[in-house]
């Protein structure tokens, strides 16, 4: 699995590919979960039909459209891995996430996400690979994430819709004041943001963050090497179910220069 796939200004290996279609269905339900879902239905539906014609299938519209995007996520990740033509892929992962940014939009342009608000970057931090991650003083971001930023475990990150990861200083302060031995970058995260309500993060929705804009694509999972930070071990507790604690990852839309203490606006382009 040595091929690369281009879709526009984003670069994907053959794992990249197969890893992404593996969380379709999981995107589509976070991306319409607690919202009026059936504004998506138009989009999940076409993307569905051209899935479906890609992987030679019929239509099985029995468990849902939520459940039949999983499935085909799944076989289309199966059918990467065994060697899928490379033109097949680009235009099927180019579907899936031009699907998906066209849902986002449409959930914004309904003001389903939410008006505008405003906070601050109150730390950035990279690493060579690993956590924690170094706090610095400011960072040039490109498509792929944050110049300089890696990560040891290059099978679970990396991905472009992985290319920034985001936290909220709020949510850090109140794990510190239950005891728990956590900081900004410890977990991970490449921009650490205060002000910003972090119960409205969530996919779909964009932010401006310096010159950089953003899409928030999927809640990070929190993994063991997170452990250490938490008193009882448990580092489930920021996972999403728990509520708004996640760290959420992001497809960088417009590159640039972010530096501690830029402004950043949930929701920049809001009844546009």
Same mark, same amino acid.
């Given at each position: ?30 991306? &319409? ?7 998506? +239905? ?76 405003? &906070? ?57 004041? +239950? ?9 991970? +995260? !490449? ?18 963050? &310096? ?14 090497? !997170? ?28 590159? &640039? ?16």
């Amino acid at each position: 699995m040595n091929n690369a796939f281009v879709i526009g200004p984003y670069r994907f290996t053959a794992t990249d590919a197969a890893r992404t279609f593996g969380v379709l269905g999981p995107w589509w339900f976070e991306l &319409g979960r607690h919202l009026d879902a059936k504004l998506l +239905e138009p989009i999940g539906d076409a993307l569905a039909g051209h899935l479906t014609a890609a992987l030679g299938r019929d239509r099985d519209r029995r468990g849902g459209l939520v459940d039949e995007l999983a499935h085909l996520g799944s076989a289309a990740a199966i059918a990467v891995t065994n060697a899928w033509a490379a033109s097949t892929t680009e235009s099927s992962l180019a579907a899936m996430l031009d699907g998906l940014s066209a849902g986002a939009a449409v959930l914004r342009r309904a003001g389903e996400l939410g008006p505008s608000a405003k &906070g601050a970057v109150a730390q950035l931090n990279r690493s060579g690979g690993g956590v924690p991650k170094t706090a610095v003083p400011s960072v040039e971001v490109g498509y792929s994430g944050v110049e300089g930023d890696r990560q040891r475990v290059r099978f679970h990150h990396g991905r472009p819709w992985q290319g920034l990861c985001l936290w909220s200083q709020a949510v850090i302060d109140g794990l510190t004041a +239950e005891g728990h031995p956590i900081a900004a970058g410890t977990a991970g +995260e !490449n921009v650490t943001m205060r002000g910003i309500p972090w119960d409205r993060i969530r996919p779909g929705v964009q932010l401006r963050i &310096g010159e950089v804009l953003c899409e928030a694509s999927l809640y990070a999972l929190p993994c063991a090497a !997170n452990a250490q930070w938490f008193s009882d071990r448990q580092f489930s507790r920021i996972h999403h179910d728990r509520g708004p604690v996640s760290r959420m990852y992001a497809t960088v839309l417009e590159p &640039g220069r972010i530096t501690v203490g830029d402004e950043v606006i949930l929701e920049p382009d809001f009844g546009a």
